[in-house]
């Protein structure tokens, strides 16, 4: 059908490949391209059309010979297919795929004033957007009349959307503003979906304010793409199923509990059932330290470990697709929380005091189980997403399964 695919400077962990093999039978590459490489591209490029992402929205623009009139509206293109005659068109498909956004969000921009951060081809699909349907809008950006600078004039608005990459994939942890400054706001949108909560999301949720990831609008806007490349209507029901498939695979499971739960052992049998890699954070400070935990304690102390495993914990999070075993002090550092979150759902295993293991397990075998849950439990409670009882290792494995289907 074509050879088509996704043209960006950095692509690493894109899930575009993915949610086109669900839309339509075609190949569907990545072209990681710097900028003094577009125009050689696109003069001797072997394709037959391409999605554009951060940060040639707007830099494609001169090698199409026509526009769409959103892209022209819009001055921005997402989309681009290779003509008969060998010209390119281009097109936006972003401004279906955020009003649909919008839509599923619930968003009302219709009273206060709406926020975006940002100035790139995402925020003027944005503007466009939202010019009929908003009160008032106000673009920030590094150097214009709103910036970073004065955004202090801006803290009574009521809905924020994020069109910066600022805390994408891999530089997650980081975000454009502080939500607690703005009192008035009621939702926060991030075009951002990878990570599935970034930290502007995270704080959202923290403090009650309704959120929503770009999960939806990527695949909108892949689907009318899709559309443009093959020519065919593809049945807009696909869509949530998906965003749920898409979803569901690349989020991590993440196993929280007391020592000796068995977090280990249910997540391998877990990782064979979903066909996913399985890692353990004690494995990968052991790794990193060429030591083994209890030495760690013995040597260096618990604050050096519970450091060394918060590096095991930025590292792996931060990926997709995962089961993760942690360990059971993860929670007695609240920095963690938001790492393991970002883009995980987190299974508690709970299990009874008098069945823990305790040889081999510093903390355990120092304090007491009785202790360490008297201070834990309530911390993997808040924690988590979902609570595993204690059941045998296959029981256990199985249960998660489909609880995180």
């Known amino acids: 059908m074509g050879r088509f695919g996704l043209l960006g400077e950095r692509l690493t962990h894109s899930f ?23 125009e050689d591209f696109f003069k001797n490029g072997d394709f037959d059309g391409l999605n554009v992402t951060i940060p040639y ?37 972003d401004a279906c795929g955020l009003a649909y956004l919008f839509e599923r969000a619930k968003a009302d921009f219709s009273q206060g004033k709406t926020l975006i951060l940002g100035g790139g081809g995402s925020s003027l699909t944005a503007q466009m957007v939202l010019r009929d349907i908003a009160q008032e809008v106000v673009v920030i950006s590094r150097s214009g009349a709103n910036n970073y600078e004065n955004i202090h004039k801006h803290y009574d608005a009521t809905a924020i959307i994020n069109t910066t990459p600022v805390g994408m994939y891999p530089n997650n942890g980081v975000s454009p503003i502080d939500l607690k400054m703005f009192k008035q706001c009621r939702i926060v949108i991030d075009l951002i979906y990878n990570p599935a909560r970034t930290e502007l999301l995270l704080q959202a949720e923290e403090l009650g304010i309704a959120n929503q990831n770009g999960m939806p609008m990527l695949v909108v806007q892949a689907k009318k793409s ?63 330290t060429g030591t083994s935990i209890a030495n760690i304690f013995a040597q260096d102390g618990e604050d050096i470990f519970r450091k060394t495993e918060t590096d095991a914990l930025r590292a792996l999070c931060k990926r997709s697709g995962l089961v993760i075993a942690t360990g059971g002090g993860v929670v007695t550092r609240p920095e963690n929380k938001n790492i393991i979150r970002q883009n995980s759902v987190v299974i508690y295993l709970e299990r009874n005091i008098e069945d823990l293991a305790t040889v081999g397990r510093p903390l355990s075998m120092r ?39």
Not at 60 to 86: E, H
Not at 387 to 402: F, T, W
């Open 57 to 93: 929205k707007q830099d494609v623009i001169p090698y199409c010979q026509s526009l769409s009139k959103t892209a022209q509206i819009i001055g921005s293109v997402n989309t681009i297919t290779r003509l008969p005659d060998g010209t390119f068109h281009g097109d936006n498909t």
């Open 226 to 288: 899709a559309e443009c490349f093959s020519g065919k209507l593809i049945d807009g029901d696909k869509v949530e199923s998906i965003t749920t498939k898409i979803e569901n695979e690349t989020r991590n499971i993440v196993l929280i509990g007391m020592p000796g739960c068995g977090k280990t052992s249910i997540g391998k049998a877990l990782a064979e059932k979903t066909g996913r890699a399985f890692a353990d954070t004690d494995d990968w400070v052991e790794c990193a």
């Open 16 to 38: 575009s490949p993915s949610i086109h093999a669900e839309l339509c039978d075609y190949e569907y590459l990545l072209y990681e391209k710097k900028p003094d490489e577009l």
């Open 367 to 405: 304090d007491g189980a009785d202790a360490l849950a008297a201070v834990r439990i309530p911390l993997y409670e808040q924690w988590s997403d979902l609570k595993l009882a204690g059941n045998s290792i296959e029981q256990a494995a199985e249960e998660a399964k489909i609880l995180t289907m």
